[in-house]
């Protein structure tokens, strides 16, 4: 992609270009980033997140590896225990399996263990979630396996705006950060992103559309279903929708702010429903708020049971009907 948006204010991008502006404009400001993973670049990445990086850059600050994850974060690990802000790809989320012992034992625990002489920033990028018809394994929504390990950050984007600035905090962040990026709407819609760096801060949600009869929380490619469920209940409910951005830190006052407001809540993710974040969305509110509970709080989500392939995917993911459905259910209870 041209670097001619820097003499314009703006530019507009889809959400996969705006990691690479991200990318681009980090390993600008700071000699120390660089960019790691398979085919991230001759190829310019499976996505083309990373493509042309390697021709601005060179082989030693966009390195391709070996197909081996837990080799690409382990060596990340190292690098940024010395100073660097390596920034690790996974291609897809289904794939960091064989670096989840390198990201929880290590990563994690590196500031703990070494009592603060060490910290780890280090970002591992990964494509997550359905809905692009591919195969086995290229499918997962499994954040709150990262949520749930003290000691990491967990980000996911859902605008092209929010994905080049929180990726940038991420990146500048002093620990490890894992950044999924929602494939199904990579190139869904543009949005006018400024040309020059800039940061979203971690820990924040979004106020994404205010309401006072219901509260729906949701984030990643979840937010623009329940963006279309609410504008279509329009007349007939007032929702208001929190995309939470960041998952770790979870912005609890938001969360209780908007529940306390509405006194009903609808959360939507497309990880499966047992142990998925909702339930851990729905204690918080029990704990903090339960006084201004109006009704049983809905979860629509993913399945328990593995992604399915194509001819179920669009069932299994919650689209605009269900979440209208699920709004319904709390509202009428």
Request: glycine share 8%; hydrophobic share 40%.
């Amino acid at each position: 992609m041209s670097r001619t948006h820097q003499e314009a204010q703006t530019e507009s991008l889809t959400l996969v270009q705006a990691v690479r502006d991200g990318l681009h404009d980090e390993m600008e400001r700071d000699d120390d980033v660089l960019v790691m993973g398979e085919d991230v670049g001759e190829n310019g990445g499976v996505f083309r997140a990373t493509q042309g990086l390697i021709d601005e850059f060179g082989a030693d600050r966009v390195v391709d590896t070996p197909l081996a994850e837990s080799g690409i974060v382990g060596t990340a690990i190292g690098m940024a225990a010395y100073g660097m802000r390596p920034v690790a790809e996974i291609q897809f989320m289904g794939f960091i399996y064989p670096a989840f012992d390198q990201i929880v034992s290590h990563a994690a625990r590196l500031r703990t263990r070494s009592r603060g002489a060490f910290t780890c920033p280090l970002v591992v990028r990964a494509p997550y979630g359905g809905g692009i018809r591919a195969p086995e394994h290229h499918s997962e929504s499994t954040e709150a396996f990262f949520v749930h390990e003290p000691g990491l950050k967990v980000v996911v984007p859902s605008t092209p705006y929010d994905t080049k600035g929180l990726l940038a905090a991420s990146i500048r962040d002093p620990d490890p950060v894992v950044f999924l990026e929602p494939k199904l709407i990579y190139r869904a819609f543009r949005e006018d992103v400024p040309a020059e760096p800039y940061t979203v801060e971690l820990g924040e949600a979004a106020v994404r559309r205010a309401g006072s009869d219901v509260s729906v929380f949701t984030w990643g490619a979840m937010t623009r279903p329940t963006m279309e469920a609410a504008e279509n209940l329009a007349g007939e409910v007032d929702v208001e929708v929190v995309d939470l951005r960041t998952l770790s830190p979870l912005d609890e006052d938001t969360i209780v702010d908007s529940f306390e407001k509405t006194g009903r809540a609808v959360v939507v993710h497309e990880a499966p429903k047992t142990g998925g974040l909702a339930g851990e969305i729905i204690a918080t509110l029990q704990e903090e708020s339960l006084l201004y509970q109006e009704a049983p709080v809905e979860r629509v989500t993913g399945f328990d049971v593995p992604y399915p392939l194509y001819a179920l995917e669009d069932y299994y993911l919650p689209e605009a009907d269900r979440i209208e459905d699920g709004i319904r259910d709390a509202v009428d209870f």
